[in-house]
């Protein structure tokens, strides 16, 4: 009779439970827990930024300037001090002209200053425009004379502005490499590691560097506003930017920096168009 009874009661009291639980309120579906497949997550990749200009559509600095004299358009590759010295400048004055403050940070399409603001691009009838070899777009020198007019003729040494600028050789060694209009803009002389560079003549330092890829340490000096020259290569510089030097003056050790042996590359510019530097060098 005892456990009779004790059944009744279990009975009565799982039935009481289930009623309960029907009178529980609905309980909310469980979170469902995204697994990898394989061992691997999914990535869900972010949304574009829809909101970035399309480069086509910017209107890039100084673009109202392009095919101006005295403006060049940024390609692709350019650098400030590249810029610079196939316009005959110096790199600060780009970036003072066009008030650059990072002159790391220039832009394809860019319209860039590269005369000084107010100077006059013309000489003896002939409008004279620098030429880049990276920029084959850029307008040509074009003669103010007839187009029927033959073209004057060129003087074997061009003259220098300045009657006391003569040019002196940069280095004793031997030319290993004639100037070339396509392949070697300047000359290239012999000589040991740490031979002296002197300054072919009186100038400003408007470059002294690495940063003008395949020409190593670099110097520039600008001597007046139609001449520039370039020692490339160095083992070590031994004058600074905006430093004076004289003609004679050793301005580094050759080296052969960016180079495949011990050498001096020296340039002469005129107005940045690379001239054969035979041409301007005493004979020896």
């Not at 395949?214 to 070590?236: C, D, E, M, P, V």
Request: hydrophobic share 40%; with cysteine; net charge positive.
């Amino acid at each position: 009779m005892m456990a009779c009874h004790v059944s009744r009661f279990g009975l009565v009291g799982i039935a009481l439970v289930l009623l309960a639980g029907c009178n529980s309120p609905p309980r909310s579906p469980a979170p469902v827990e995204t697994r990898s497949v394989m061992g691997r997550t999914p990535v869900t990749a972010p949304a574009p930024d829809l909101s970035a200009a399309s480069p086509s559509s910017r209107v890039m600095p100084g673009s109202e300037n392009a095919g101006k004299p005295g403006f060049y358009t940024v390609q692709r590759g350019d650098t400030l001090t590249r810029i610079a010295l196939d316009h005959g400048q110096s790199w600060r004055d780009l970036a003072s002209w066009n008030n650059l403050s990072n002159a790391h940070l220039i832009e394809v399409g860019q319209v860039l200053r590269v005369s000084p603001p107010g100077a006059t691009l013309q000489t003896s009838g002939v409008v004279v425009q620098p030429i880049s070899p990276s920029a084959a777009s850029e307008p040509k020198v074009t003669s103010a004379a007839s187009p029927t007019s033959p073209p004057a003729a060129t003087p074997s040494v061009p003259a220098v502005n300045d009657p006391g600028l003569a040019f002196a050789w940069p280095a004793t060694g031997a030319v290993i490499g004639a100037f070339d209009e396509v392949k070697n803009k300047g000359l290239d002389i012999a000589g040991q590691a740490g031979d002296p560079v002197l300054a072919a003549a009186d100038g400003q330092v408007v470059y002294a560097g690495a940063g003008l890829r395949g020409y190593g340490n670099l110097i520039i000096l600008k001597h007046n506003n139609t001449f520039l020259t370039a020692y490339a290569h160095n083992q070590s510089l031994l004058v600074k930017e905006d430093q004076q030097v004289r003609r004679g003056q050793k301005i580094a050790e050759m080296g052969k920096t960016d180079a495949e042996r011990v050498k001096l590359h020296f340039e002469i510019r005129r107005q940045g168009k690379p001239v054969d530097p035979a041409k301007f060098l005493p004979v020896r």
